[in-house]
């Protein structure tokens, strides 16, 4: 049987309430099963929670369905890859130690079939946008993850959540594509592909399934959001594709 390659982004689990999100935790885990006989790796790339804080002794309520799923298809044998987005930057080794998924905390560049992508979830990637590049810095220094930490559990994911209740996902904006030139990931694509060649760049974070053409050889993909598209992508060998899940009722 054919094994292909999927990833997923922006899953936004806890927004914008718990039972819609819910719902959503259904849909993924019902697209998790269904990949599940064809998939040898998946990429989680990012913002699969909409808030996420590792505190020593406490485990954040809820997604445990999702967690469940995830640890068995590690079990199988199913390599998997955690990004850290800007909604969940605060994983540590949890996830590791619990189900077996190897956390990464920037860009990855890996190979796979002769085909050579580059990954990352998106955030305080090129041009502009310098308030959030400023938090992100703040967001991870250890000294403030130290500080947030040693506030009780119940003050901390308080701030948490009403600092969630006005993301991006909780006010579902509606995204529209700028143009080719005006899409910053692609454009930052663009600047990585002037030193070094890559068949795919593979982001999240738009919130908008794009596939742009960079060139002959190099393509830039997002795969979107599961608040609205249900999208991902899927390598087979040879080319990736978005794909969109609709599962049956």
Same mark, same amino acid.
């Given at each position: 049987?054919?094994?292909?390659?999927?990833?997923?982004?922006?899953?936004?689990?806890?927004?914008?309430?718990?039972?819609?999100?819910?719902?959503?935790?259904?849909?993924?885990?019902?697209?998790? @099963?269904?990949?599940?006989?064809?998939?040898?790796?998946?990429?989680?790339?990012?913002?699969?929670?909409?808030?996420?804080?590792?505190?020593?002794?406490?485990?954040?309520?809820?997604?445990?369905?999702?967690?469940?799923?995830?640890?068995?298809?590690?079990?199988? =044998?199913?390599?998997?890859?955690?990004?850290?987005?800007?909604?969940?930057?605060?994983?540590?080794?949890?996830?590791?130690?619990?189900?077996?998924?190897?956390?990464?905390?920037?860009?990855?560049?890996?190979?796979?079939?002769?085909?050579?992508?580059?990954?990352?979830?998106?955030?305080?990637?090129?041009? =502009? @946008?310098?308030?959030?590049?400023?938090?992100?810095?703040?967001?991870?220094?250890?000294?403030?993850?130290?500080?947030?930490?040693?506030?009780?559990?119940?003050?901390?994911? =308080?701030?948490?959540? =009403?600092?969630?209740?006005?993301?991006?996902?909780?006010?579902?904006?509606?995204?529209?594509?700028?143009?080719?030139?005006?899409?910053?990931?692609?454009?930052?694509?663009?600047?990585?592909?002037?030193?070094?060649?890559? @068949?795919?760049?593979?982001?999240?974070?738009?919130?908008?399934?794009?596939?742009?053409?960079?060139?002959?050889?190099?393509?830039?993909?997002?795969?979107?959001?599961?608040?609205?598209?249900?999208?991902?992508?899927?390598? @087979?060998?040879?080319?990736?594709?978005?794909?969109?899940?609709?599962?049956?009722?």
């Amino acid at each position: 049987m054919t094994k292909n390659i999927y990833f997923a982004s922006d899953f936004h689990l806890g927004s914008p309430n718990y039972e819609e999100s819910r719902l959503r935790e259904d849909r993924i885990v019902k697209w998790l @099963d269904w990949i599940t006989p064809t998939c040898s790796e998946l990429f989680l790339m990012g913002d699969v929670f909409d808030f996420w804080f590792e505190y020593k002794y406490v485990v954040p309520k809820g997604f445990v369905r999702l967690q469940g799923k995830l640890a068995k298809m590690a079990d199988s =044998g199913i390599k998997i890859y955690f990004f850290k987005g800007n909604h969940d930057m605060w994983v540590k080794d949890y996830f590791t130690k619990e189900i077996g998924m190897q956390i990464v905390n920037d860009e990855l560049v890996i190979e796979r079939n002769g085909k050579k992508f580059y990954l990352h979830h998106g955030d305080g990637l090129g041009p =502009g @946008d310098k308030k959030y590049k400023f938090l992100r810095k703040v967001f991870r220094n250890p000294v403030c993850q130290w500080l947030f930490g040693i506030l009780p559990a119940s003050i901390g994911m =308080g701030i948490a959540n =009403g600092w969630s209740a006005h993301s991006r996902a909780a006010s579902k904006t509606e995204e529209v594509f700028l143009g080719e030139e005006k899409e910053w990931l692609a454009v930052y694509a663009k600047e990585q592909l002037e030193k070094q060649h890559f @068949d795919y760049f593979v982001f999240g974070h738009r919130h908008l399934p794009l596939e742009i053409k960079l060139s002959d050889r190099s393509t830039y993909v997002n795969i979107g959001e599961w608040l609205n598209y249900q999208s991902y992508g899927l390598f @087979d060998g040879e080319q990736l594709r978005l794909e969109y899940f609709t599962p049956n009722p």
